[in-house]
């Protein structure tokens, strides 16, 4: 029978978010803000709370962290655990992150993905399409996937940024898509409909 090694007990609230990177584990959710352990004893060395006690989603690149507290991305240094900059744009609150080189994507209750550089924390590109929130976000080979509330995906070409513009249009999902994967020429995508899609790349787009 399986059975857990260790319990750690000491959340305020439920957990949205699970990360490892480096030797440590970084958790979040609505009531705890961020939390940092060491993996081998589980124990805390950080709580970033400063501006980030809701926080829905983070990602981590280099000696840098970025959590989603709603409205606003903060950045942090994992290496001091100061707060370097706060990225702000979106109207609604940030359901998803990813990055690729020096770009960060985060997709939104607003309807948009914001593009942001990691060197300056400025906005490059608003990227606008989806007509409800954009619940995931999956990058390869410098083509953007997104999926959304309104039960599709889209495909936007990252080397252009057209606003309004996207590659192709992904429909089959009678319910949100929430969240993405892939996986050579492979896009797997997750719905409230029940059903994992396989969709076959670069194939069945024309880019």
């Known amino acids: 029978m399986n059975t857990y090694i260790q319990s750690l007990t000491d ?22 803000g961020l939390r940092v352990r ?3 004893t589980y124990k805390e060395i950080a709580q970033l709370t ?4 809701h926080v829905y989603c983070i990602a981590l690149r280099g000696n840098k962290l970025y959590s989603a507290n709603k409205k606003v ?3 942090w240094n994992i290496d001091t655990y100061e707060q370097i900059a706060t990225m702000e744009g979106h109207t609604a609150c940030i359901n998803c992150l990813t990055h690729d080189g020096n770009k960060l994507y985060s997709g939104s209750k607003d309807k948009t993905i914001r593009v942001w550089n990691t060197d300056t924390f400025e906005i490059i590109a608003t990227l606008e399409g989806h007509t409800m929130g954009v619940n995931c976000l999956t990058i390869h080979n410098n083509i953007l ?29 009678t319910g949100w898509v929430n969240c993405l994967a892939h996986d050579g020429n492979k896009l797997y995508s997750g719905s409230s409909d029940k059903t994992i899609r396989v969709w076959a790349l670069p194939q069945s787009i024309k880019y």
């Not at 039960?151 to 996207?166: A, F, G, K, P, S």
């Open 11 to 32: 959340n305020i609230g439920s957990l949205r978010v699970l990360s490892i990177h480096e030797n440590k584990l970084y958790s979040a959710g609505p009531l705890d």
């Open 145 to 173: 996937y997104s999926g959304s509330e309104d039960e599709t995906i889209r495909v936007w070409n990252t080397d252009t940024y057209r606003t309004h513009e996207t590659l192709a249009t992904l429909d089959g999902h």
């Open 50 to 53: 400063e501006n980030n006690t």
């Open 73 to 75: 991305i903060t950045v």
């Open 38 to 40: 060491e993996m081998d």
